[in-house]
């Protein structure tokens, strides 16, 4: 990667805050930033696990379109230990309110600044909108001191029972997503070969997707013990010829089938 690094800060007023920024730049000439307080980091450790985190961003993005990685194959759930800390939903219900209420003292304020700013002459409206703030804050302070009587932390067997939280039953699902990401590893190892026949990793995998589910024959022979695959042929012949470069690829392999042994032969037909 080309990086430059250099202190800077972000300024909101008479604040600011010390920040580092890096920046990394594309073989076109594109410049992409990244603002960080972790001053201490060098540029390469900042870039290197921001872009591995955007790398696993992408991961989950692709898994939860294709293969469906976030999607229940049963419902059921279990309690949690009664020991374990949760969030107070009383304090939750109460920190949504007061949450409400800023956002509204903000309107509020928002809309009398605009009066202000206006030259308005009508004094009436600015009193009522005044008012409007004062009952506002009023209420926002009350349900301030409320929270804090709230502890905001309790034990799981201090709740009612309808109250208290369950988590999915995690064996099936968990056993699920493994085999997912095996089939998204075979994959990517097979993307990995058609990108040398094709320039986009977009396109490859899509191939691979119209691959997996395209038509074709199997035709076992016991004699040669061989296992021939033959696949029809894609939609042009760019694709012909980087699925038969693939083939051939595995064919060099010399996969045998997991329950008979037989070796497998792949062809474009």
Known sequence: MKLAMRETHISAGKAFLPVTEVRK???????????TTAQKLGNTVIASRMFSRWCQENF???????????????????????TLSVINPAWRSLDKEINKTRQLE????????????????????????????????????????ERKEIPRKVT????????????????????????????????TAMV????????????????????????????PDKTARTLTIR?????????D??????????????FCHPETGAKMVYTLV
């Open 25 to 35: 730049l594309t073989q076109t000439g594109h410049q992409t930033a990244i603002i």
């Open 60 to 82: 989950f993005a692709y898994m939860m379109q294709h293969y469906d990685i976030d999607g229940l194959i049963y419902y059921g759930s279990e309690s949690l230990p009664g």
């Open 106 to 145: 903000r309107k509020l304020q928002v809309e009398l600044s605009k009066q202000t700013m206006g030259n308005g002459t009508d004094i009436q409206k600015k009193a009522e909108s005044v008012e409007a703030i004062q009952v506002v804050q009023a209420e926002l302070a009350r349900l301030r001191t």
């Open 156 to 187: 799981i067997n201090s709740l009612p029972e309808a109250q208290r939280p369950t988590q999915l039953l995690p064996l099936n699902k968990t056993l699920t997503d493994a085999v997912k990401m095996i089939a998204y590893r075979a994959e």
């Open 192 to 219: 990995a070969i058609l990108k040398r026949y094709l320039n986009k990793e977009d396109e490859a995998r899509a191939l691979i997707r119209e691959l997996f589910v395209s038509s074709g024959d199997i035709e």
């Open 231 to 239: 696949i029809h042929r894609m939609a042009s012949p760019v694709h």
């Open 241 to 254: 010829r980087a699925v038969a470069g693939l083939l051939g690829e595995l064919n060099q392999q010399e």
